[in-house]
């Protein structure tokens, strides 16, 4: 009988109970390819370094199956697979390490995204997970379903699209394009400077600290929220402002009028500079202020 164990247990054949497994692997990489990461549950922490390669460690959940980490051409792909059937262990947090001027796409479910010196685009999506990124002279895109999402820019132009259903959205040192909505939470964006922008919020306050071009497009709605607008620096647009309920502050000088007696809505139209941009605004229930350093 301890024979048949034996036997059956050097080919495998015993079950045994699942652990943790540690990672640790490496493969090599084009310089300026794709990596694609794909978590169910846990973390998953990226770095840009100057290796032509990518490099995978930390820790998987108790019942992943395997890791898939393997390379197609310019493409690397990471994978945490699970179980055919829904299992409560598959949390697995992994730190991935790749070529700087690499592009990253990004899946999760229940999972926490972090990115730091990554320099090609930046497709990141998580359903429950926040989303904290940086980002160089590229495009990015970024969507939560429950999740804060924080993205640091170096002032280069770039392109940004960040959404949250259920979280605050804050933006620093951009330039370029962003768009930026949340249905139930604030959007934050300061310190940057834009051609094109548009924010839009169901549920929650939007703050902006930034330049905008010349001839640069400002789009903002907000359902119920407050609404805190700083132009620093010079800036040429023609305004169009209307709110329902609420008060307008403008640190340009124009006062707004009623638009109707019946009604609390207040509506302002003025031109600063040579009115070379436009700036739109709308608000239902909140106060606007508007002001320039």
Known sequence: MIKKFLTLASLGLISTTAVAEDVNKRIDASANGVVSISNVSGSIEVSGWSRN?????????DDVEELIFERDGDEVEIKVKGPKRGSHDISSDLVVKIPEKSSVEIAGVSADIDIQSVHGSQQLHTVSGDVDSEVYSTDIEITTVSGDVELQGDDEITRAELESVSGDIEAQ?????????SVTGDVTVVNSNFERV?????????????DLANDGSFGLETINGDVDIDFNDSISARFDIETFNGDISNCFGPEPVRT?????GRELKFTEGDGDGRVSIQTLNGDLRLCKD
């Open 53 to 61: 390669e990518v490099e995978v460690t930390g820790t998987l959940g």
């Open 260 to 264: 109707s007696q019946y009604t609390p």
């Open 198 to 210: 548009r924010l839009e919020t169901v549920n929650g306050d939007i703050i902006f600290d930034a």
């Open 173 to 181: 040192n951009l330039a370029g394009e962003v768009t930026a909505h």
